[in-house]
Protein backbone atom coordinates (compact mmCIF):
# COMPACT_ATOMS: atom_id res chain seq x y z
CA UNK A 1 0.00 0.00 0.00
CA UNK A 2 0.72 3.39 -0.60
CA UNK A 3 0.30 6.19 2.83
CA UNK A 4 0.36 9.47 1.85
CA UNK A 5 1.61 12.29 4.31
CA UNK A 6 0.28 16.12 3.68
CA UNK A 7 1.67 19.23 5.48
CA UNK A 8 1.99 23.13 4.82
CA UNK A 9 -1.39 24.03 4.81
CA UNK A 10 -2.52 27.16 7.61
CA UNK A 11 -3.94 30.52 7.71
CA UNK A 12 -3.04 33.22 5.30
CA UNK A 13 -4.73 36.40 4.51
CA UNK A 14 -5.51 37.16 0.96
CA UNK A 15 -2.51 37.96 -1.85
CA UNK A 16 -0.37 35.44 0.87
CA UNK A 17 1.41 32.37 -0.18
CA UNK A 18 0.96 28.95 1.34
CA UNK A 19 3.14 25.54 -0.29
CA UNK A 20 1.48 21.94 0.61
CA UNK A 21 3.85 19.08 0.56
CA UNK A 22 2.75 15.57 0.19
CA UNK A 23 5.07 12.52 0.66
CA UNK A 24 4.38 9.05 -0.57
CA UNK A 25 5.94 6.06 1.45
CA UNK A 26 8.10 3.89 -0.22
CA UNK A 27 6.59 1.18 -1.76
CA UNK A 28 6.85 -1.92 -5.09
CA UNK A 29 3.61 0.28 -6.27
CA UNK A 30 4.62 2.60 -9.38
CA UNK A 31 2.90 5.88 -8.56
CA UNK A 32 1.73 7.49 -12.02
CA UNK A 33 -0.10 10.69 -11.69
CA UNK A 34 -0.40 12.48 -8.41
CA UNK A 35 -2.21 15.29 -7.85
CA UNK A 36 -3.95 17.64 -5.09
CA UNK A 37 -8.00 18.07 -4.81
CA UNK A 38 -9.83 20.41 -3.01
CA UNK A 39 -13.09 20.29 -0.72
CA UNK A 40 -14.59 23.61 0.35
CA UNK A 41 -17.63 23.35 3.14
CA UNK A 42 -20.89 22.50 1.20
CA UNK A 43 -19.17 21.81 -2.03
CA UNK A 44 -18.12 19.03 -4.07
CA UNK A 45 -14.71 17.62 -4.05
CA UNK A 46 -12.81 19.08 -7.19
CA UNK A 47 -8.96 18.66 -9.18
CA UNK A 48 -6.54 21.44 -8.14
CA UNK A 49 -4.02 20.19 -9.80
CA UNK A 50 -1.96 17.01 -11.43
CA UNK A 51 1.08 16.03 -12.37
CA UNK A 52 2.34 12.82 -14.03
CA UNK A 53 5.28 10.55 -13.12
CA UNK A 54 7.14 12.71 -16.59
CA UNK A 55 6.10 15.72 -15.08
CA UNK A 56 2.62 16.57 -17.65
CA UNK A 57 0.73 18.82 -15.70
CA UNK A 58 -2.96 19.68 -15.43
CA UNK A 59 -4.51 22.40 -13.53
CA UNK A 60 -8.20 23.67 -12.87
CA UNK A 61 -8.77 27.30 -14.25
CA UNK A 62 -9.81 29.19 -11.30
CA UNK A 63 -6.07 27.83 -10.37
CA UNK A 64 -4.11 28.91 -13.26
CA UNK A 65 -1.33 31.24 -13.16
CA UNK A 66 -1.44 31.03 -9.19
CA UNK A 67 -0.44 27.81 -8.73
CA UNK A 68 2.51 25.37 -9.52
CA UNK A 69 2.34 21.87 -9.26
CA UNK A 70 6.20 20.04 -8.90
CA UNK A 71 7.33 16.75 -7.74
CA UNK A 72 10.49 14.97 -6.96
CA UNK A 73 10.47 11.41 -7.81
CA UNK A 74 13.17 10.59 -5.94
CA UNK A 75 11.43 11.54 -2.67
CA UNK A 76 8.21 10.29 -4.09
CA UNK A 77 6.87 14.25 -3.06
CA UNK A 78 4.67 15.95 -4.89
CA UNK A 79 4.23 20.20 -3.69
CA UNK A 80 1.54 22.82 -4.45
CA UNK A 81 2.86 26.54 -4.45
CA UNK A 82 -0.23 28.48 -4.37
CA UNK A 83 0.41 32.32 -4.75
CA UNK A 84 -2.16 35.12 -4.58
CA UNK A 85 -4.25 33.04 -2.93
CA UNK A 86 -7.68 34.23 -2.30
CA UNK A 87 -10.29 33.48 0.04
CA UNK A 88 -12.40 31.02 -2.45
CA UNK A 89 -9.14 29.00 -1.93
CA UNK A 90 -10.47 28.10 1.38
CA UNK A 91 -10.71 24.49 1.59
CA UNK A 92 -9.42 21.05 3.01
CA UNK A 93 -6.73 20.20 0.76
CA UNK A 94 -6.28 16.30 -0.01
CA UNK A 95 -2.95 14.44 -1.76
CA UNK A 96 -4.14 11.69 -4.28
CA UNK A 97 -1.57 9.14 -5.61
CA UNK A 98 -2.68 7.11 -8.81
CA UNK A 99 -0.77 3.94 -8.32
CA UNK A 100 -0.16 0.62 -10.24
CA UNK A 101 1.02 -2.87 -10.20
CA UNK A 102 2.07 -5.50 -12.62
CA UNK A 103 2.94 -8.58 -11.58
CA UNK A 104 2.60 -11.55 -13.23
CA UNK A 105 1.04 -10.55 -16.01
CA UNK A 106 -2.20 -8.51 -13.96
CA UNK A 107 -2.17 -5.14 -14.01
CA UNK A 108 -4.21 -3.22 -10.82
CA UNK A 109 -4.88 0.33 -10.33
CA UNK A 110 -5.09 1.49 -6.87
CA UNK A 111 -6.37 5.18 -5.37
CA UNK A 112 -4.60 6.73 -2.37
CA UNK A 113 -5.37 9.66 -0.13
CA UNK A 114 -3.98 11.95 1.89
CA UNK A 115 -5.35 12.79 5.52
CA UNK A 116 -6.19 16.42 3.84
CA UNK A 117 -4.60 19.46 5.60
CA UNK A 118 -6.88 22.92 5.81
CA UNK A 119 -5.85 26.31 4.27
CA UNK A 120 -7.50 29.42 5.08
CA UNK A 121 -7.60 32.66 3.18
CA UNK A 122 -9.18 35.25 5.25
CA UNK A 123 -10.07 38.91 3.53
Known amino acids: QVQLVESGGGLVQAGGSLRLSCAAS????????MGWYRQAPGKRRELVAA???????NYAGSVKGRFTISRDNAKNTVYLQMNSLKPEDTAVYYC?????????????????WGQGTQVTVSS
Open 96 to 112: NADASTYFSGVYRRYDY
Open 51 to 57: ISSGGDT
Open 26 to 33: ESTFSINT
